[in-house]
Antibody
Framework: QLHLHESGPGLVKPSETLSLICTVS??????????WGWIRQPPGKGLEWIGS???????DYNPSLTTRVTISVDTSKNQFSLKLTSVTAADTAMYYC??????????????WGQGTLVTVSS | SYVLTQPPSVSVAPGKTATITCGGN??????VHWYQQKPGQAPVLVIY???DRPSGIPERFSGSNSGNTATLTISRVDAGDEAAYYC?????????????FGGGTKLTVL
């Protein structure tokens, strides 16, 4: 059974950088079948895709966040990470990591972490 | 970017059928996936590839996709189905690729 776990600071100051790590266990992290993604959800609002990464390092980002987002991978630790720069209160959200399965010209998320709440406040 | 439009809310009486729509330009050309999210929990995939159900999802959940509208149908609704539902597609063009979510529909069981 695949397990994903998000970790990182729950409070970030405005204008600083949000950094989160997702640790994957229970299956091969370096499979060439899956990508690894970050999704966020502001309180009381809907899901917003942030971006995803292949185990070899190829990335896709939400066009609205691409100037501030970096997703990287550390296959030796079965981890991938999210960095979001110049944060504001609008970046306050529950942040989820998930495994992105892609086949037949589409992608979807079957396995999700439980999420971690990040608040941007001074 | 591709836009998916969902009604903010749908209400249904117990035992009846709930229909949640997801609108998008020529959405029938894409595979649509649906997630259920209960308060305080991570989303759960309930339908993928328009109409397939992952293992463990009741047969009461079904999906379809035609023209500009994809539909999630929940038959014999019970209180446990009360949740937010999100549709999702994969958008791939010559210059970018992205996951797109609909705005979500809150299903209320009366």
């Amino acid at each position: 059974q695949l397990h994903l776990h998000e970790s990182g600071p729950g409070l970030v100051k405005p204008s600083e950088t949000l950094s989160l790590i997702c640790t994957v266990s229970g299956d091969s992290f370096s499979s060439n079948t899956y990508y690894w993604g970050w999704i966020r959800q502001p309180p009381g609002k809907g899901l917003e895709w942030i971006g995803s990464i292949f185990y070899s390092g190829g990335t896709d980002y939400n066009p609205s966040l691409t100037t501030r987002v970096t997703i990287s991978v550390d296959t030796s630790k079965n981890q991938f990470s999210l960095k979001l720069t110049s944060v504001t209160a609008a970046d306050t959200a529950m942040y989820y990591c998930a495994r992105q399965a892609c086949s037949g010209g589409t992608c979807y998320y079957f396995y999700w972490g439980q999420g971690t709440l990040v608040t941007v406040s001074s | 970017s591709y836009v998916l439009t969902q009604p903010p809310s749908v209400s249904v009486a117990p035992g009846k059928t709930a229909t949640i729509t997801c609108g998008g330009n020529n959405i029938e050309s894409k595979s649509v996936h649906w997630y259920q999210q209960k308060p305080g929990q991570a989303p759960v995939l309930v339908i993928y590839y328009d109409s397939d159900r992952p293992s463990g999802i009741p047969e009461r959940f079904s999906g379809s996709n035609s023209g500009n509208t994809a539909t999630l149908t929940i038959s014999r609704v019970d209180a446990g189905d009360e949740a937010a539902y999100y549709c999702q597609v994969w958008e791939s063009t010559s210059d970018h690729r992205e996951v797109v979510f609909g705005g979500g529909t809150k299903l209320t069981v009366l």
